[in-house]
T-cell receptor, first 118, second 114 residues
């Protein structure tokens, strides 16, 4: 149980376009979802935290107008990278926690999305 | 604030060698401690965890003991396999205003040679 999926797994887009990444909790209700960014050979950087039905809380230095996060249901959160540029190329990972049979604070991670902006 | 420091890699070992990856933390109160593993091109998987002092987490032959006196949570495995090649992240989860968010170390890349 406690499976999180992401779609797409890889995406290539042109500079200036927007791209949407989906994060779904498949077998539990995710009251909180997290979005991370991972640069090559580096650790995960938390970008934002979202609670279902509320606005996302962004970490310092993350542009909220560039990285739009929507958590409209208990099983789906989306990250939209607007007007993407090559420097936005990265590996984006979501995680979720919520109503499971185990630890309510445990985070379950998605497989990640590789974004390449050309 | 809370932080995690883990040994820098990469670590290269021969198959069946003993593995230790050091991890120390700074936190107020009594955090929960975790080791996550990331295989190439994939997301993170929880490897093991410990929620209180002297607890030992174990999974797939890996072990780590929560040592409050040394604020450490070192990862060990007695005999590594090629399939253990991955990046390992130590993390803590505190309390309070962070909503129990995870704080990660920088990761240690392990390569196991046949």
């Amino acid at each position: 149980g406690a499976v999180v999926s992401q779609h797409p797994s890889r995406v290539i887009c042109k500079s200036g376009t927007s791209v949407k990444i989906e994060c779904r909790s498949l077998d539990f209700q995710a009251t909180t979802m997290f979005w991370y960014r991972q640069f090559p050979k580096q650790s995960l950087m938390l970008m934002a935290t979202s609670n279902e039905g509320s606005k996302a809380t962004y970490e310092q230095g993350v542009e909220k107008d560039k990285f739009l996060i929507n958590h409209a249901s208990l099983t789906l959160s989306t990250l939209t990278v607007t007007s993407a540029h090559p420097e936005d190329s990265s590996f984006y990972i979501c995680s979720a926690r919520g109503l499971t049979s185990g630890d309510p604070y445990e985070q379950y991670f998605g497989p990640g999305t590789r974004l390449t902006v050309t | 604030g809370d932080s995690v420091t883990q040994m820098e890699g990469p670590v290269t070992l021969s198959e069946e060698a003993f593995l230790t990856i050091n991890c120390t933390y700074t936190a107020t109160g009594y955090p929960s401690l975790f080791w996550y593993v990331q295989y190439p091109g994939e997301g993170l998987q929880l490897l093991l965890k410990a929620t209180k002092a002297d607890d030992k987490g174990s999974n797939k032959g890996f072990e780590a003991t929560y040592r409050k006196e040394t604020t450490s949570f070192h990862l060990e495995k007695g005999s590594v396999q090629v399939s253990d090649s991955a990046v390992y992240f130590c993390a803590l989860r505190g309390y309070g205003g962070s909503q129990g968010n995870l704080i990660f170390g920088k990761g240690t890349k392990l390569s196991v040679k046949p």
